[in-house]
């Protein structure tokens, strides 16, 4: 049995009386690609954001390695080894591409670590690796505000290489991107998802096929079914909810 | 004057921005003004120190902040409480008043019939308490308050309204303390300064070069930190501050830091202000100065150090020319002032050199704009296209 | 105490209450539902105030038999001056910052200098005052202990009836509806027809109207000078944060609670120091609450 690298246990959160995430029980293994999948309003950005603590949970645990990251805050909480890119990209768009990359550089990000902060040659090595993986070797010095939507995706991915994440959470990866795109971003996924977990949620099914080692199914707030991609579709309460009633 | 420099290369200008405005402050100022004139270069020179904090605060970090004053006014007290305890000790005319009254007191607290020296006046009757307090007192305050808030999450415009609201109790209570603080009329006469006169012009023209240094080397710290990864840290806080959480920075230090640096260097200015216009006052204080020293910010551009510093100097000048010769028109032109930088010109007088031909983008890629569109561009329209063009320098 | 002094403190808390709300009734509608920090709100009230004081002199020159009745054409004047005003402001400046809410900040600020400047050369340098009204004149003593200016109460019964007049005009008619959609989701407004930037012009055309009428009832307490409007604005943006920006009911319930604090305040310390004890605690209570006292918890 491998071990758990995220538990998140009996997670509850409402808005306004609204749970949109409803006693969840979700559980992540150490160099798993987990996608999830789920019709809209199903509680899959909410769950990401609790995660990474964007939104506090309304009850519930939620455990990454030995953190509790219930009580963490954002920055702690991505200090100890958690990534996250968001829904519509976000870059830093008065930046260059390098000063994107460099500034997710996860050494020295305290006050005086900064002001006195050197760039070394572990610092460039470590660009020009993760600026190649995600294609925008090219274009290192160029605003990322310039970059097309599906560039700004791959930057956001190289953001998180940077940080040398244990567990990645990506929403909508290849959202705006053409086919041929959304190809290479698989194969970056594959690729990146060795030696690390990373968790996506995506709506695109031939993509999540592409990569999916499981597939979660989030349905008001809660597990629906959890399987590989052909138990995940066989199921008729799957079936049920994306085709409706 | 934009005509005139045209021919210099702008990237000459703005590489060396700081040796121009180091020749401009210690050669061509001293060697073309009269003293009288040069006090008042010494005066606008000690509020240029806000300006150049605001356009850390506010220009990179995004905050703007209309307390700017509390910060000057505290470093502006504090030296007038050592000038006004060293004059109070060494006049004779005081002592025999003082003595008088039993008592060695500044002469308003006597007129105001307090009869003991409040507990917190006692340490500025030394200067080595009074120069650590200056340098250190007001960072430490602007650090702890606007962390907490800053921590919480407070917006912006209401960060801005909180320092309005700090401004205002602070002139406030200077006012209705008068007993303690020396009320409207603020604190004045001072004699000496470690038994220096303060009379002579040669000590006038040494406090002038005194002054010129420190601000120099404000500039040249604020240089410093944006050039350092905190500075690009601070910018990308500015553009998306939630984003900067999940690289992993914590903004709420890194924007009270900058607003404590900014606290500095006003607290500086307020100290070399009193020193050289020999008066500490509450008009100084208001919300009505504070929100003033944003436009000399604003004049210079909001992203240039350097800027802020010419801004100063020019709205300051406008100022006194104007209560010289047309005081009814001041209001207008300052007031016009605002409507035009705001709505025409959000860089200032920087952005208009960065408009002018033969522009590299090299500065605006290392120093980016305040809002997409402030830069005339329409809003939220970035085409994509343009990434064929336009490699910045970035290093 | 006695009951005549509780009884005396509670109708100066009401009377600053009322004061304050209507002070804060139109930089609520202003900043709480359009997001515009006009730092020359102030300057419109003094507007205001110098209507009433024209209205005044006009009566007095021209119908002196109708002296009694100027206040509610002051008032009426003054609403449609400043909201007129505002219109152009709208027009002319405000439009193109909407989405850089700090340089509204310093642009009005600008404007308000320049106002204050128009007042001092255009009409007078020193402060005017109006006359009181006949039947506003003395003051009401139910028991021999207890005397309320009647100008005191009349401005209750004006800011009580404007809240009033507000509350129905933003929640129970269409320009209402329109107003309320638009500032809740522009996007969506536009989509369905309306013409946000119409609107956004109204709206604030309103906000600034009742800053009119602000100005022109306190000018029957207190004189009205160039500068009067810059006293008014910290403690109208105070009142208006104080009580979460989103909600009208709330800047209401933070004008009576600052109103209750500031007369019991002024009673134990001195006038300015109570306004910067006020101030404070506000602040105090900010860091707390960072969306104001009144604002319900909203997803993001």
Known sequence: MSENILSVEDLTVSFDGFRAVDSLNFYVEKDELRCVIGPNGAGKTTLLDMICGKTRPTGGSIRFKRFDLTDMLEYQITRVGVGRKFQNPSVYEDLTVFENLEISYPKRRGLMGSLFFKRDADLLAKIDEVSERIFLHEVLRHKAGQLSHGQKQWLEIGMLLMQDPELLLLDEPVAGMSAKEREQTASLLNAISKGRSIVVIEHDMAFVRMIAHKVTVLHQGRMLAEGTMDQVQADERVKDVYLGH | MAAAIAPVSRGFLQRYAIVILAVVLLAVLPLSLDIFRLGLAAKYLSLAFCAVGIVLIWGYGGILSLGQGVFFGLGSYMMAMFLKLESTGADTSAQALSSFFGSNLPDFMVWNSVEQLPWWWEPFHHVWFTIPAILILPPVVAFVLSYLNFRRRIGDVYFSIITLAFSAILAIVIIGQQGVTGGVNGITDFRTFMGINLDPDNVKIAMYYITCVLLLVCVLIGTFILRSRLGKVLVAIRDREDRVRFSGYDPALFKAFIFAVAALFSSIGGAMFTLQVGLASPSLVGITPSIEMVIYAAVGGRLSLVGAVYGAMLVGAAKTFFSENFVEFWLYLIGGLFIVIVMFLPHGLAGLLDKLPGAKRHRLAALPGPEPDAAGQAAGERPAARLAGEVGGGK | ?300
């Open chain 3, 1 to 300: 105490m006695t009951f005549d002094v509780l009884a005396m403190q509670a109708f100066t808390g009401l009377s600053i209450f009322t004061i304050l709300m209507l002070m804060a009734l139109g930089l609520a509608i202003v900043f709480g539902l359009m997001g515009v920090i006009n730092m020359a709100h102030g300057e419109l009230m003094a507007m205001g105030a110098y209507c009433s004081y024209g209205a005044a002199r006009f009566f007095e020159n021209f119908a002196p038999s109708m002296m009694d009745y100027y206040v509610f054409v002051g008032i009426l004047l003054a609403f449609v001056v400043t909201s007129a005003f505002g219109f152009l402001l709208e027009r002319g400046l405000i439009r193109f910052l909407y989405k850089r809410p700090l340089d509204t900040l310093l642009a009005t600020w600008g404007l308000s200098l320049v106002l204050q400047q128009v007042y001092r050369q255009f009409i007078s340098s020193k402060e005017v005052e109006v006359p009181t009204v006949s039947w506003l004149q003395g003051a009401w003593q139910p028991t021999d202990g207890i005397a309320l200016p009647l100008s005191r109460i009349f401005i209750v019964v004006l800011a009580i009836v404007t809240a009033a007049a507000v509350y129905w005009l933003l929640f129970r008619t269409r320009w209402g509806l329109r107003i309320r959609a638009v500032t809740q989701n522009r996007a969506m407004a536009g989509a369905a027809g309306i013409n946000t930037a119409r609107v956004d012009a109204y709206t604030f055309a309103l906000g600034c109207g009742l800053a009119g009428i602000a100005g022109s009832s306190f000018t029957m307490l207190a004189s009205t000078g160039p500068t009067t409007g810059q006293h008014y604005i910290v403690d109208t943006f105070i009142v208006v944060v104080f009580g979460g920006v989103e909600s009208l009911l709330g800047t209401i319930s933070s004008a009576f609670i600052i109103g209750q604090m500031q007369s019991w305040f002024e009673f134990e310390l001195s006038g300015s120091m109570a306004r910067a004890s006020i101030l404070l605690l506000v602040i105090v209570v900010l860091f707390f609450r960072p969306n104001g006292l009144f604002a319900t918890k909203v997803r993001r």
